[in-house]
């Protein structure tokens, strides 16, 4: 993806219930790192769990966007987390200036997943266990 590719927008129509009508949300951007070499079911889980929770959080209707580090593309993780996406239909690209909604970091082949929430940017990552 080229600099002057279009990216995903930054707000989606949520369908959540907890407001009455449908509302603007942030799209959700997942920055995947990690090892180059990892197990790409690993990967597909992750991706799996956090999509579950975020529809339980934002509907069903939720915007999700696979991102990472440009430069990454070829690494395993990040490319399993590509063709997850483009299986299916989710957006991905390189990370911009957004805010990342959460970090999904594999370093070592035989991880277990674990994504955290990152809000803002700067701030420490949390952690928890996936699996």
Not at 14 to 42: M, N
Not at 99 to 125: C, H, K, Y
Request: hydrophobic fraction near 40%; charged fraction near 25%; proline fraction near 7%.
């Amino acid at each position: 993806m080229t600099a002057t590719a279009t990216r995903a927008p930054q707000l989606f129509t949520c369908t959540c219930t907890a407001k009455p009508e449908p509302h603007l949300a942030s799209v959700q951007r997942i920055l995947v790192a990690g090892a180059s070499e990892v197990d790409p079911q690993l990967v597909r889980r992750a991706l799996e769990d956090v999509r579950y929770d975020l529809s339980l959080f934002y509907g069903s209707d939720v915007f999700m966007v696979v991102t990472f580090q440009e430069g990454d593309e070829e690494s395993g993780t990040v490319a399993a987390a590509r063709a997850w996406a483009a299986e299916n239909d989710i957006a991905e690209e390189p990370r911009g200036e957004e805010i990342i909604s959460a970090n999904l970091i594999f370093t070592d082949p035989a991880d277990r997943p674990a994504w955290g929430e990152r809000r803002p940017v700067d701030r420490p990552t949390f952690f928890y266990d996936a699996a």
